[in-house]
């Protein structure tokens, strides 16, 4: 029973192109995020997400779009992809805006090649 | 950048000691959480401590958090092989978003 699942697992794809990483939480969170952490494992916020509000951190390229067809749902586009964009994308989710004692819940990941 | 630093970037250790990380922030924060990433997988999180706490316990974990130095400590005691990840602190700010700002991880091995 994963909390939080992202597919595909593993991405491997030609510059230019558009892709979509998919997340699903089944916890009844509120808040959903997407974290992008990079060959030297930093980890960087990309956007939160609840059913009100989206909150985009400034350095993330408008190349990238999340889309939450439902609040159990967040999906990471990206279009016309570019090498540096290599990297593993992490889903999240928290119960609210509030972090709560439990933190935030994280997917697996989806490594991303870009050829 | 509100990317926090940690320090060690590595630590070694023998099975049943005990491990020392600690981290250091630049802003004011909400809370500071602790996570465990096993290699290829994702976050778990480990411990939140809040802004007006100072220490707090969680079986074999103790963090402490000093807002006047704006720095916290992870003590992981007795430890096992299975412990062996890297460690990251998170900063969550104070605009109420719940975005957590990562620190660079200290990467964890226990020997058997």
């Known amino acids: 029973d994963t909390a939080v699942s992202q597919t595909p697992k593993y991405l491997v794809t030609q510059m230019g192109n558009d892709k979509s990483i998919k997340c699903e939480q089944n916890?009844?969170?509120?808040?959903m995020y997407w974290y992008k952490q990079d060959s030297k494992k930093f980890l960087k916020i990309m956007f939160s997400?609840?059913?009100?509000?989206?909150?985009i951190n400034e350095t993330v390229p408008n190349r990238f779009s999340p889309k939450s067809p439902d609040k159990a749902h967040l999906n990471l586009h990206i279009n016309s992809l570019e090498l540096g964009d290599s990297a593993v994308y992490f889903c999240?989710?928290?119960?609210?805006?509030?972090?709560?004692?439990?933190?935030?819940?994280f997917g697996p990941g989806t490594r991303l090649t870009v050829l | 950048s509100q990317q926090g630093e940690e320090d060690p970037q590595a630590l070694s250790i023998q099975e049943g000691e005990n491990a020392t990380m600690n981290c250091s922030y630049k802003?004011?924060?909400?809370?500071l959480q602790w996570y465990r990433q096993n290699s290829g997988r994702g976050l778990v999180h480990l411990i939140l401590?809040?802004?007006?706490?100072r220490e707090k316990h969680s079986g074999r974990l103790r963090v402490t958090l000093d807002t006047s130095k704006k720095s916290s400590s992870l003590l992981i005691t007795a430890s096992r092989a299975a412990d062996t990840a890297s460690y990251f602190c998170?900063?969550?700010?104070?605009?109420?978003?719940?975005?957590?700002?990562f620190g660079t991880g200290t990467r964890l091995t226990v020997i058997p």
């Open positions: 999240a989710s928290s119960r609210d805006l509030e972090a709560g004692d439990r933190g935030q819940f």
């Open positions: 916890l009844g969170h509120d808040t």
């Open positions: 997400y609840n059913n009100k509000e989206l909150i």
């Open positions: 802003t004011s924060i909400n809370n």
């Open positions: 401590i809040r802004s007006n706490e």
């Open positions: 998170a900063t969550s700010d104070l605009t109420g978003a719940n975005n957590l700002f």
